[in-house]
């Protein structure tokens, strides 16, 4: 019985793509991935990030390979899902992680500022659910995951471009998984609440880019205040749904948004 249950959750044999690799969920979904059996290959444009997550994948006995991409470039996220094809032979599950934050009021917001998010936010996810769904399609299995948030929710003021591209990411995910199903593929997206990662404290920096522990300290008080559960989260609550989504313990699962978010949002 207990076999049965771990092997729903195994990805012995499989191989796994993760973008945004270098740092915060992504770094840890390549972990917990490996630890579940799968071989990775990691994708950032943060080439240093990226050496140091090769590292913590083989410190747990896992196999990695990683390649500067930049998602926001169509050819680059080809190439990344190539390399993984030619490396490893096949492509089983693909994590779109790579993101980017800004704030600011609407009436305030610059055109360049807009772009950067969007591209890197939508264009990237995009890109990536092509790439991926082209290599899984001559497979016919394959499970694509997308990084939204709970920002997609609900409405928060300095928040509009952040949130506006994980709707669409929302959006996304469901129409990818109309198309891509007949060939075995499922999309979903997970939406993490306030996750622990160099992202999320970019919030609490002051003005010399440190940062400021008491500003930290009130700001993770109030988004645990925003959990029923009165909690905030880590990087392994995020990818422990991601490998829920990624093996075959969520075969009929697709076209879904998992709200690993302690409660803050719940539409
Ligand atoms: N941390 C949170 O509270 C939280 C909450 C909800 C959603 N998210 C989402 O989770 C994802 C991961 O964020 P994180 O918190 O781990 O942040 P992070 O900053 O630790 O990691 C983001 C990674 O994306 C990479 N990246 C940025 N632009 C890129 C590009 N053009 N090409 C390739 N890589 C690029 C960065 O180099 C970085 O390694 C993001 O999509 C983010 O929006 C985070």
Known sequence: MQDELNQAFRLDGRVAVVTGAASGIGREAARVFALAGARVVLGDV????????????????????????????????????????????????????????????????????????????????????????RAMQAQGAGSIINVSSTGADSAG???????????????????CAKEFGSFGVRVNAVAPGWIDTPMANTRFRDSDGEIDPELRERGLRD??????????????????????????????????VLRPNGGASMP
């Open 223 to 256: 988004r645990a205040q925003a959990s029923p559960l009165g909690l905030t989260g880590v990087p392994r609550d995020v990818a422990l749904a991601m490998l829920y989504l990624a093996s075959d313990a969520g075969r009929f699962v697709t076209g879904q």
């Open 46 to 133: 943060n080439e240093a990030g990226l050496a140091e997550s090769v590292a913590a994948v083989q410190a747990v006995g896992g196999e990695a390979s990683a390649r500067r991409t930049d998602v926001t470039q169509r050819a680059e996220v080809d190439a990344l899902a190539e390399a993984a094809v030619r490396a490893m032979g096949r492509l089983d599950v693909w994590v779109n992680s790579a993101g980017a934050v800004t704030y600011g009021a609407v009436l305030e917001t610059a055109e360049p500022e807009l772009d950067r998010l969007t591209n890197v936010n939508l264009k990237g996810t995009y890109w990536g659910c092509a790439a991926a769904a």
């Open 157 to 175: 003021a300095g928040l509009s471009v952040y949130a506006m591209t994980k709707a669409a990411v929302n959006t996304l995910t469901r129409t």
